[in-house]
């Protein structure tokens, strides 16, 4: 996540304890024993959106402001010396700024957190306690990777930014003893909106190859998105194939790997088809130049990501006493906007064995 560019918390090691560990997986009576590890990851602050729920929750408004000023104090000292309750304004909204980027990211390279709990929301807009996390394969805004969530699915790809603005409202509300007129709590969920509204134009600019994105630019992703689940594409494998199109002569050869399902291939050519006409003609109106293009795409639509089918491969290998999984994955994910020869495996579209496999496809909190 770090080398995607993406707002978060991080892995400083991974240590074999020795011992077995039974977990029941799917909660569904049939657990077993696993290879026991520890994670330790680092972070400026494990301070969540949580921490505030529960004095507020309890009625402890003296403790809520100690918690509030030691936040600030520690963590956005920049604003020591504003007004208090301006102070507190701010750091509210600067909050839902940083919020509104980090999901940006997310929606950009097809991450699903899978537990957006108030106490997994970072209040400094870092990606915290991965949990049943996932990355897109066909691209499918529905999807979760959490199987605790598949009926209700609150924790889908497509509901991220939702489902963040509404933790934020719970924090408004946990936060709302500190302020004599709610206003502005409001403003900071307004701009929570409008950085996240600027932030997804910039990921269509920015995946498009393009050098600012309109309106109609925007309806263009919208109608790419709809192609992408109706045809079930790989939407890692397509973004980063579009800067291979022919300008001349636009196809859906560079695409050939990204389909999951050569029958919707067929039946829906011919939306495609006439999509890649109108992006084509979209490229040719704006002002950036063919390489400068081509650069800005592969910058921003990663060659590779942590499949899950890639992270269970390497666990499985590590059940079994080899370790070299984990470090060669982890040496491709360095570099994931890089080509790297050789390594073309790591890039592939998730495999049929792999669609309904556990660890693959489905995870929960004991994953």
């Not at 209700?152 to 603005?165: M, S």
């Amino acid at each position: 996540m770090h080398h995607l560019g993406v707002p978060t918390t991080r892995a400083l090691s991974l240590v074999v304890t020795g011992e077995s560990v039974v977990r029941d997986m799917f909660y569904d009576g049939h657990p077993r024993a696993e290879p026991g590890a520890v994670v330790c990851r680092a972070s400026p602050s494990f301070i969540r959106f949580g921490h505030f729920e529960l004095p507020h929750s309890r009625g402890d408004a003296p403790l809520l402001r100690r918690l509030v000023d030691f936040c600030i104090g520690r963590d956005y000292p920049h604003l020591g010396a504003m007004p208090e309750e301006a102070k507190h304004a701010e750091w509210f909204a600067q909050v839902c700024e940083r919020t509104a980027v980090m999901v940006a990211h997310w929606m950009r390279v097809g991450f699903v957190h899978g537990v957006m709990n108030t106490d997994n929301m970072s209040i400094l807009g870092l990606t915290i306690d991965y949990g049943p996390y996932g990355w897109v394969d066909d691209f499918d805004p529905d999807w979760t990777p959490n199987t605790t969530d598949a009926h209700g699915r609150r924790y889908r790809f497509g509901w991220q930014p939702k489902i963040a603005y509404w933790n934020l409202t719970r924090l408004a509300h946990a936060l709302s003893s500190l302020f004599e007129d709610p206003a502005p709590l409001r403003d900071g969920l307004q701009r929570y909106g409008e950085v996240f509204a600027d932030a997804d134009r910039d990921n269509v600019a920015r995946k498009f190859g393009l050098s600012d994105c309109t309106d109609d630019d925007v309806g263009l992703m919208q109608d790419l998105h709809v192609l992408l689940k109706d045809a079930e594409v790989d939407m890692t494998l397509f973004f980063r194939a579009l800067a291979d199109v022919d300008l001349a002569a636009p196809t859906l050869a560079p695409f050939a790997d990204a389909f999951y399902d050569e029958a919707r291939k067929r039946d829906l050519a011919p939306e495609f088809d006439a999509w890649l006409v109108q992006y084509v003609a979209r490229v040719q109106r704006d002002a950036e130049a063919p390489p400068a293009r081509r650069a800005r795409m592969q910058a921003v639509n990663p060659r590779y990501v942590l499949r899950n089918y890639l992270a269970q491969q390497a666990i499985d290998r590590a059940e079994q006493g080899d370790d070299a999984g984990i470090h060669e994955l982890l040496d491709v994910l360095r570099r994931p906007y890089d080509d790297q020869p050789g390594r073309e495996p790591f890039a592939q579209r998730r495999p049929d064995w792999a669609r309904n496999r556990a660890g693959c496809s489905m995870l929960s909190c004991s994953s």
